[in-house]
């Protein structure tokens, strides 16, 4: 069951929520979601998701992987978040979690009903649209709320055009 979205009740704002992850076309979506964020007097959410099950070692090795991939999130986010301020003017909200994509995106939605759209790019490279979108275009996921797909072929200039 979908709990309400507050986004719209008095004290509440609509969030949009972008995820960060190795695709170089997930910027596009960053830049999409933080315009339109701004341009609604929104907030931005920037997720970053280590996938579950990358750390099935011995417990000393497992400990130093899953310190480099926190470390390694860190960096991408801090990466990401200092674009949006310098680009957008914008402070985003910045999540780290550990699991499956679909099932981390989907607790990060029943968790903060502020966010009421998800922003996800779409690659136009032969090997597909791209992880996230492949797993909606295939029905591996469903969500809650919608989800705006930004072509990868959009530069921020007619991103800002759009919003």
């Excluded at 990358?54 to 470390?71: K, N, P, S, T």
């Excluded at 492949?134 to 007619?158: H, K, N, Q, Y």
Aim: glycine content about 8%.
């Amino acid at each position: 069951m979908v709990s309400k979205r507050l986004s719209r009740l008095d004290g509440h704002r609509r969030k949009f929520m972008a995820v960060i992850d190795s695709t170089p076309e997930c910027y596009q979506a960053v830049h999409y979601a933080g315009r339109r964020a701004k341009n609604s007097n929104g907030g931005l959410i920037l997720l970053y998701i280590i996938p579950e099950g990358d750390f099935q070692q011995w417990l000393g090795v497992e400990e130093i992987m899953r310190a480099e991939a926190m470390e390694e999130a860190e960096a991408a986010m801090a990466k990401a978040a200092q674009n949006v301020r310098e680009t957008i003017g914008i402070e985003p909200e910045v999540v780290i979690c550990e699991g499956s994509s679909a099932q981390q995106i989907n607790n990060l939605i029943e968790e903060d009903r502020d966010i009421a759209i998800l922003v996800l790019a779409a690659s136009s490279t032969k090997e597909g649209p791209g992880p996230l979108v492949s797993m909606i275009a295939g029905r591996g996921a469903a969500f809650p709320i919608p989800v705006t797909v930004i072509p990868d072929t959009l530069t921020s200039e007619e991103i800002d055009a759009l919003c």
